[in-house]
């Protein structure tokens, strides 16, 4: 009888270690999210969106609480609610909530604002500043109006960057109002060419740079692959094509046995053939020069010889012999307590899940529905 017990213990420690481990290890791809803590953002840019989610709670409570009714009483109730306290209790509640990745740093500007909200709040709606005005640049001095940055909210240089960059620091109390340019251009006010890039279009007041073609080493006059002052390595200069592309494929030696040469602009990559092959011109099975050992020519594809049982085919019923044990014990348990047989029921059903939808992500085949189907059967008994 004691021994009897300490199998079943044994079992039992093992069904909740497996499957603690099956069913609370996700895979990313089914919740990247997790793996993705928020960013830190600047002050100014949380203000804005404490702005944005008060904003929202003005008008998720626009109607009130007397929705769908149009008879006069309603009218004048919403008028007094319009600008209550009631109302601001009411928005309050659910400020930041609707913000899912920055909402710490919401509830943070949230709890600075308070006051400066409350009083906004008892102005006169029709006198009122626009609250992002009123918060986030003249109350908690986080930001500044557009095309102005730093402490003291300085402006911008005037040409503002040439429409080619931005001012650092625009619209926060931040920055140094010094140009940022766009990739391509460089200069004090973003107005000349980077290295890499030539003038594609300029007129009085606006120029564009455009890049040069892949094939160029250190700069261009124009677009095409003929404009390059130098060609970059893996490409040839031609005196009437430009910088060409060199095919290092034609060198047979370029990759090894079994491998096939691929090339690219300005490169090339060796890829393996298939495990099907002894050389190919392609990838697949389909692609072999000559079969590998253990494989032959059926039609156009390389098989296995089947004379060997299939390593996946051992897994499986690996697998399977190991689920019918699972229900074996299940089915022992079940006259002894049918509640410790239910839970274990479910740790097996979740395990198997988790086994076979990690087989089935690796190509192996599955059986799930079939072996639910097993599992259900017994439970019900
Ligand atoms: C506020 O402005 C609205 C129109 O924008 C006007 O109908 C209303 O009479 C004004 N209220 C006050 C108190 O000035
Ligand atoms: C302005 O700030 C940038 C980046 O922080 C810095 O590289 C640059 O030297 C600064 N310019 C001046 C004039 O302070």
């Known amino acids: 009888m004691g021994f009897d017990k300490r199998i079943k213990l044994n079992l039992f420690t093992w069904f909740i270690t497996l499957s603690t481990v099956f ?3 996700q895979p990313p791809a089914i919740n990247p999210g997790i793996f993705n803590t928020p960013n830190t953002i600047g002050e100014c840019h949380s203000c804005k969106i404490f702005v944005e989610s008060f904003n929202k709670g003005l008008e998720r409570t626009s109607r009130g609480k007397y929705e769908g009714g ?17 109302r601001l209790v009411d928005i309050q509640e659910g400020i930041c909530k609707d913000e899912s990745k920055y909402a710490i740093q919401c509830h943070h500007v949230a709890n600075k604002a308070e006051e400066f909200i409350e009083e906004w709040w008892a102005q006169d709606p029709n006198e009122s ?6 918060i986030c640049i003249d109350s908690l001095k986080v930001c500044c109006p ?10 911008c240089l005037s040409n503002l960057c040439s429409g080619n960059g931005k001012c650092r620091g625009d619209g926060t109390r931040k920055g140094n109002g010094t140009c940022l340019c766009d990739a391509g251009y460089i200069g004090e006010i973003c107005d000349q060419c980077a290295l890499g890039y030539f003038m594609s279009y ?19 006059q124009g677009g095409s692959q003929k404009d390059c002052v130098a060609c970059k390595p893996g490409f040839i200069f031609d005196a009437t ?61 390389c098989v296995r010889d089947s004379n060997e049982m299939d390593n996946s085919e051992i897994l499986a019923s690996t697998r399977y012999m190991s689920y019918v044990g699972f229900l074996i014990t299940i089915a022992i348990l079940i006259p ?29 085949t599955g059986l799930v529905n079939l072996t639910n189907y097993d599992l259900f059967q017994l439970l019900r008994t």
């Open 23 to 25: 069913c609370s290890v």
């Open 70 to 86: 149009d008879a006069a009483w309603e009218e004048e109730k919403l008028k007094s609610y319009k600008r209550s306290e009631l």
């Open 129 to 134: 500043e626009d609250l992002y005005l009123y």
């Open 146 to 155: 557009k095309n102005h940055f730093g402490k003291d909210c300085k402006p």
């Open 202 to 220: 300029k007129d009085d007041n606006k120029i564009l740079c455009s890049e040069c073609h892949k094939a160029c080493l250190g700069g261009c």
């Open 241 to 301: 094509a430009g910088c060409l592309d060199i095919n290092e494929c034609e060198d047979t030696k370029k990759c090894k046995d079994n491998q096939i040469c691929l090339n690219s602009l300005g490169s090339y990559t060796c890829m393996d053939c298939d495990k099907a092959c002894n050389g190919c011109h392609g990838v697949g099975p389909d692609m072999c020069i000559k079969c590998a050992q253990d494989y032959s020519l059926d039609g156009e594809y």
């Open 336 to 364: 002894k307590s049918t509640y410790l047989a239910s839970m274990v029921g479910t740790m097996v059903m979740c395990y198997i899940m988790g086994a076979e939808y990690y087989c089935m992500i690796n190509g192996h």
